[in-house]
């Protein structure tokens, strides 16, 4: 007689995309509204906040307060203004600071330079706030945070230690953020090389994967500007490597928010509802799924 599992393991795939990545919030809520649990969880960057938060302490009541909460106590105007694309149209602080960033590349060469565009320490405060110094071992949810090497240029999936840190490692956006070492990596966000982090979850196991796709596709730009060709290269690479992570995904939430750039902090409410209202339009969807892959496993288990 073959061993019959008693449930199908449900993976979620956070992805990261700034405050784009609060709409997890909102898929979250719906999925725990419908009784939709959720076995295992992968998150970058953003994705990595929200998903470590919640494998702690699933509850997402109290996970959005306290993610609100901390939103309130930034200065969020120091942040907006942050956006690659935007860096040489706007003659902000943000401007000047990555135009002397770029001219100090330039006229110091090997020179070693110092400092990032934002200050981190707020963020760190924000995320030690709500997982204290837990480790991975006492998460409710077995989670997993995908990081990228900066020396060796790997993937790097951290699932043990301090929650903490590999949460703050997967989210440090490049020269916004610093990279953090842990067990003498020197790590910085999972989303240069994963921008959804599904295979994790494949690797662990998981029988379903529900990801969560925030990358915002292409833009029309000018193309008369050399600048905007550049930013269309790189997010035409960063669409075809997304797209094909996304292959192995059973279902993939994209909530409608292409137009909200990842640094547009005032926009998390919008965020959050969005992920919300495209979660239940795509529920009954899940429901079928699970349904069918766990009729599936009991006739497979059942042969014989």
């Excluded at 969005?274 to 009991?298: C, F, H, Q, S």
């Amino acid at each position: 007689m073959r061993f019959l599992p008693s449930r199908l393991r449900v993976g979620l795939a956070l992805g990261g995309g700034g405050v784009r990545g609060l709409s997890h919030l909102g898929v979250l809520k719906v999925l725990e509204e419908e009784g939709i649990r959720i076995d295992l969880i992968a998150g970058v960057s953003m994705g990595a906040i929200i998903g470590g938060g919640y494998a702690l302490n699933p509850d997402i009541k109290s996970l959005t307060s306290a993610l609100l909460e901390a939103l309130d106590k930034i200065d969020i105007s120091k942040i907006e203004g942050v956006s690659y694309g935007e860096f040489f149209r706007k003659k902000d602080s943000v401007y000047k600071k990555l135009s002397a960033f770029v001219r100090e590349i330039y006229a110091l060469g090997k020179q070693r330079l110092q400092g990032f565009i934002i200050d981190s320490s707020l963020i760190e405060e924000a995320i030690k706030g709500w997982v204290d110094e837990k480790e991975f071992k006492e998460t409710k949810i077995p989670f997993y945070a995908v990081c990228t090497d900066l020396n060796t240029g790997e993937e790097i999936v951290v699932h043990e230690g301090r929650l903490d840190k590999a949460i703050l490692a997967s989210a440090a956006i490049p020269a916004v953020f610093p990279p953090i070492e842990i067990k003498g990596r020197v790590l910085t966000d999972g989303g240069v090389l994963e921008s959804v982090p599904v295979k994790v979850l494949r690797r662990e196991g998981a029988d379903i994967v529900i990801a969560v796709n925030l990358h915002p596709g292409l833009k029309r730009r000018d193309f008369s500007k050399g600048m905007e060709i550049l930013y269309q290269i790189s997010d035409i690479r960063a669409k075809v490597l997304n797209d094909i992570q996304l292959t192995s995904a059973d279902i993939v939430i994209e909530p409608p928010l292409k137009e909200i750039g990842w640094a547009h902090f005032s926009q998390a409410r919008r965020c959050i509802k969005a992920g919300e209202e495209e979660t239940r339009r795509r529920v009954e969807e899940i429901k079928v799924l699970l349904r069918r892959k766990k009729g599936w496993l009991v006739r497979l288990f059942s042969k014989g």
